[in-house]
């Protein structure tokens, strides 16, 4: 009988045991199905909506947080579209057929002229005075020379490690005897650079490039008084043009003369004169190389500029140094208080400064050749002058000209 019983309590216990590892086994497979069901792939509908949240929220950043580099993309298309323009019609220069005059419209310059390059200038300037090491010297400045052509064989100093750094080497002179001074012609090339135009001034118009003109009065500005410019003003005369021309059966002149960045970046006196008077147009930065010059009208009186004015045998002279990007330095070596890329300035304005003064009646004195100022890169120099009827230009347009070569005479 215990025997018997003995056996039931074991089949309970049995039972007890099979139904507890069952227990356990279901709540085991529970708690693996609510894992499953935590870590199921979301939705498609759901997907998308956080993709397209992520979207928007990257596309708001870019253009809250990083607007200089969309700016900086849009700009540096639009000038790599101009860089193939400028290819083209080099293209079609070297096949000898003439390049069609396709002028900027307003929007265009406007945009061309809200890049800082006034700036961007200054900055290069500071960068050009850090010293270089020595090591670093010859490489960087070899890479210039191979860039743009420079001919060190005409340098004072051939030796690399010379200049300390890249203002200096812009700034190098050349060896007495690699630039001789014409003697024989009246007025020669005041510096290294290639020929946009020349001839006589018409109808107060003076062209920068062929077919592409600018108003001789928004360059040189209005007529001061006659003791300051030297010019005769009656009430008869009616233009600009009419003022500056001092001497009957004269004609006013004028030649442009484009320095490249490989060219030698001083300039000199052009003829025997006398500079009675500066006047400063601060103004935009833009490049003034040929392709430029014929997109924009009126790009000279557009960019910063130093008018040098007075009188030669013939009656006016004046010579005009123009900036351009990069170019904010243009220094005149007889007048220290030039001060160009300003940071601030008024738009229209500029300053005049007279060199005849009651202890100098004469003005600053040049002979043919002498050293007059310097650029700190490449940029353009132009003439307008006075001078008879019978004066010839021994020029031709585009040609590349050196410092001291004649530019024309009687």
């Known amino acids: 009988m215990a025997t018997a019983m003995e056996r039931m309590c074991g089949a ?52 809250r947080l990083r607007p200089f580099h ?83 064989k005409e340098a004072a100093v051939e030796d690399l490690h010379h200049y300390r750094n890249l203002s200096e080497f812009f700034r190098r002179k050349l060896k007495p005897q690699s630039r001789p001074v014409c003697c024989y012609h009246s007025v020669i090339s005041p510096s290294d650079g290639k020929i946009l135009n020349f001839g006589q001034v018409k109808n107060c118009e003076v062209e920068q490039v062929k077919g592409v003109t600018y108003s001789l009065e928004s360059f040189l500005g209005p007529c001061t008084s006659t003791e300051d410019m030297q010019f005769s003003q009656t009430s008869s005369c009616s233009s600009l043009q009419n003022q500056l021309v001092t001497k009957e059966g004269n004609e006013l002149y004028h030649c442009v003369i484009y320095l490249a960045p490989g060219d030698y970046h001083c300039f000199h006196s052009p003829t025997d004169w006398r500079v009675s008077h500066r006047r400063h147009f601060p103004g935009s930065l833009m490049s003034v190389n040929p392709g430029v010059a014929r997109w924009i009208k009126e790009l000279f009186c557009h960019n910063e500029r130093v008018v040098l004015s007075g009188d030669w045998k013939h009656g006016f002279f004046s010579l005009t140094a123009v900036g351009a990007t990069n170019v904010g330095s243009i220094r005149i070596y007889f007048d220290r208080d030039l001060r160009t890329n300003s940071p601030c300035y008024s738009k229209g304005s500029y300053n005049d400064f007279s060199f005849i003064t009651n202890n100098n009646k004469e003005g600053i004195p040049m002979r043919k050749g002498e050293h007059l100022g310097e650029f700190n890169l490449g940029s353009t120099i132009v003439l307008i002058f006075e001078a008879p009827k019978n004066f010839n230009f021994h020029l031709k347009p585009g040609q590349k000209i050196r410092f001291g070569e004649a530019l024309g005479s009687l």
């Not at 279901?26 to 956080?50: A, C, E, G, M, Y």
């Not at 790599?80 to 293209?91: D, H, L, M």
């Not at 809200?114 to 960068?127: D, I, K, M, N």
Request: net charge positive; aromatic share 14%.
């Open 12 to 63: 309970a216990l049995r039972r007890s045991s099979v139904l507890t590892d069952c227990s356990f086994s279901w709540h085991k497979n529970l708690s693996l199905r609510k894992n499953l069901v935590i870590w199921k792939q979301p939705s498609f509908r759901t997907l998308f909506t956080d993709r397209r949240k992520l979207h928007a929220a990257l596309v708001v950043r870019t253009f």
């Open 70 to 152: 969309f700016l900086l993309a849009t700009g540096g298309g639009y000038a790599g579209y101009r860089q193939y323009e400028k290819y083209k019609e080099e293209q079609l220069e070297k096949m000898g057929i003439e390049i069609p005059i396709k002028l900027a419209s307003e929007w265009e310059v406007s945009l061309y002229k809200s890049v800082p390059t006034r700036l961007l200038s200054r900055a290069w300037g500071r960068l050009n005075q850090v010293e270089l090491p020595t090591w670093l010297r010859k490489p960087v400045y070899s890479l210039y020379i191979w860039t743009f052509g420079v001919n060190m």
